[in-house]
């Protein structure tokens, strides 16, 4: 059974960094992908950044320049590093995963973790 935790998500000013894990386990077949998504309040979740199991990445225009996605395979954890932190970033954010090739379309995932908060005061 696969299983999504993420860590990391805290209040931050703008301007500051911040970088959330999302430590995975139950992964069973060697090609996937896993995102990162958010939902502020009142609003629809939306992508942020993306990458295959062959470490190819993928980032909304929100997150292009500032943000960094990437996965340690030995510890079977991907990471999202955020720079420059805006408060309109404040969202929960998730981690989710599915096999096969990579895709900003949220229904298209099936696993997802429990969210953690980010939230950026100005």
């Known amino acids: 059974q696969v299983q999504l935790v993420e860590s990391g998500g805290g209040l931050v000013q703008a301007g500051d960094s911040l970088r959330l894990s999302c430590a995975t386990s139950g992964r069973a077949f060697s090609t996937y992908a896993m995102a990162w998504f958010r939902q502020a309040p009142g609003k629809e979740r939306e992508p942020v950044a993306l990458?295959?199991?062959?470490?190819?990445?993928d980032y909304a225009d929100s997150a292009k320049g500032r943000f960094t996605i990437s996965t340690d395979n030995a510890k079977n954890t991907v990471y999202l590093q955020m720079n420059r932190l805006k408060p309109e970033d404040t969202a929960v954010y998730y981690c989710?995963?599915?096999?096969?090739?990579?895709?900003?379309?949220?229904?298209?995932?099936?696993?997802w973790g429990q969210g953690t908060q980010v939230t950026v005061s100005s």
């Open positions: 989710a995963m599915k096999y096969g090739s990579r895709s900003f379309v949220h229904n298209l995932y099936p696993y």
């Open positions: 990458i295959n199991w062959s470490g190819d990445a």
